[in-house]
C-alpha cells in the first residue's frame, strides 16, 4: 500500500494489538518503542478517545508522520469514584510492576463478591498525520470479572496486567480466550478493526 505508520505507544501489548489489527494491509509500521525523538503526552482528557486523540495528534505533530494511538482501561463500577477506568495503569501506582498493580486492585476488593466484582473494557483508537485527526473510535466490551488472585500468562504481561485479573463467569483469564471467544464476548479490538483498516485503506 505505501503507507508507513508509527505506532504512538511504548507499551508492547498495545503495540502488539495495533499490528494485529492492521496485519495483512501491506502497511510499514514502526514501534514507538523506537523512535528516539517520540514526545511525552500527558493523558489528558475526559475519555479514552478524547485521550487517544490527544496522543496521535501529538505525536503525528511533532514527528510530522502519520500515526496511530491507543488508549484504554478496565471499569469497575462497585469501586465508584474510587477508580476511574481513565487511570487504570497510574491509578495503582505510576512505578511499581505489573505483579504489583495487581495485587493492589485485589486488596481494595477483597470484600467484594459476585457481581461486585463485574467490570468491562473499554479502548479507543485514534489517526492523524502531521498535526491533523484523520478519525477516532470507542468501543466498550469483554464483560467480565475481577478474579480473587492473579494469574499471568507463562510469558508474562508484555504490559497487560489486567490480563491476570479479569475472567469470564467461566473463570477464563483474559490471556486464555480463544479468538471465538473474543468475538463472542465482544472485544472492543475487534469492534475497532473494521472502521482502523478501511481508513488506513484509503489512505493507502
Same mark, same amino acid.
Given at each position: ?18 499490528? #494485529? ?5 501491506? %502497511? ?14 500527558? #493523558? ?12 496521535? &495528534? ?15 482501561g ?7 469514584? /474510587? ?12 512505578? &511499581?510492576?505489573?505483579?504489583? $498493580? ?13 457481581e ?11 489517526v ?42 467461566? /473463570? ?11 468475538? $463472542?464476548?465482544?472485544d ?11 481508513? %488506513?485503506?484509503?489512505?493507502?
Open positions: 500500500m505505501g503507507v508507513a505508520l508509527v505506532l504512538a505507544t511504548r507499551n508492547p501489548a498495545k503495540a502488539a494489538q495495533l499490528r #494485529e489489527l492492521l496485519a495483512g494491509l501491506g %502497511v510499514e509500521l514502526s514501534d514507538g518503542a523506537s523512535v528516539l525523538d517520540a514526545p511525552d503526552v500527558e #493523558e489528558e482528557g475526559g475519555s479514552h478517545l478524547a485521550i487517544a486523540i490527544g496522543k496521535a &495528534v501529538a505525536w503525528s505533530r511533532s514527528l510530522g508522520a502519520l500515526v496511530v494511538a491507543s488508549d484504554g478496565l471499569s469497575i463500577p462497585a469501586l465508584g469514584d /474510587g477508580w476511574s477506568s481513565l487511570i487504570t495503569r497510574r491509578g495503582t501506582g505510576a512505578d &511499581v510492576s505489573d505483579e504489583e $498493580r495487581a495485587r493492589r486492585l485485589l486488596r481494595r476488593m477483597r470484600d467484594l463478591e459476585g461486585h466484582r463485574a467490570c468491562w473494557w473499554t479502548e479507543a483508537v485514534s492523524a498525520r502531521s498535526g491533523e485527526l484523520l478519525g477516532a473510535w470507542e468501543a466498550n466490551g469483554l464483560e467480565g470479572y475481577i478474579a480473587h488472585d492473579f494469574v499471568p500468562p507463562s510469558g508474562g504481561t508484555n504490559g497487560f496486567w489486567v490480563g491476570g485479573l479479569w475472567v469470564t463467569r467461566d /473463570g477464563v483469564r483474559r490471556w486464555a480466550l480463544t479468538a471465538d471467544d473474543t468475538e $463472542r464476548l465482544g472492543p479490538w475487534m469492534s475497532l478493526r473494521e472502521p482502523l483498516r478501511g481508513l %488506513v485503506r484509503r489512505l493507502g
